[in-house]
């Protein structure tokens, strides 16, 4: 499940995030929106604030997520 979903679900705000991992909201904002990539511990931190490891959440920018882009593109430039 990607991350704006997952955080929806469990009625958390980036602020609450923010507070329970110490990275800026700013960040996490960026993060949900596929502009920057979180490192490794980043991850870590807002996956275990949510209560899920980060192999659980489908983050921006991870290869699953640009294959299915890719098709996509593929589909809509081959029809």
């Known amino acids: 499940m990607d991350l704006i979903t997952l955080r929806a679900m469990l ?3 980036q602020w609450d995030l923010k507070v329970l991992t110490g990275i800026h909201q ?6 949900e929106r596929g502009y920057i990539e979180p490192n490794k511990q980043e991850k870590e931190l807002i996956a275990s604030a ?3 490891s980060a192999n659980d959440i ?3 920018g991870d290869s699953g997520i640009q294959e299915k882009l890719d098709n996509l593109t593929n589909d809509l430039t081959h029809d």
């Open 58 to 60: 489908d983050w921006p």
């Open 11 to 13: 009625r958390k705000t």
């Open 50 to 52: 949510l209560g899920f």
């Open 26 to 31: 700013s960040k996490l904002s960026l993060i």
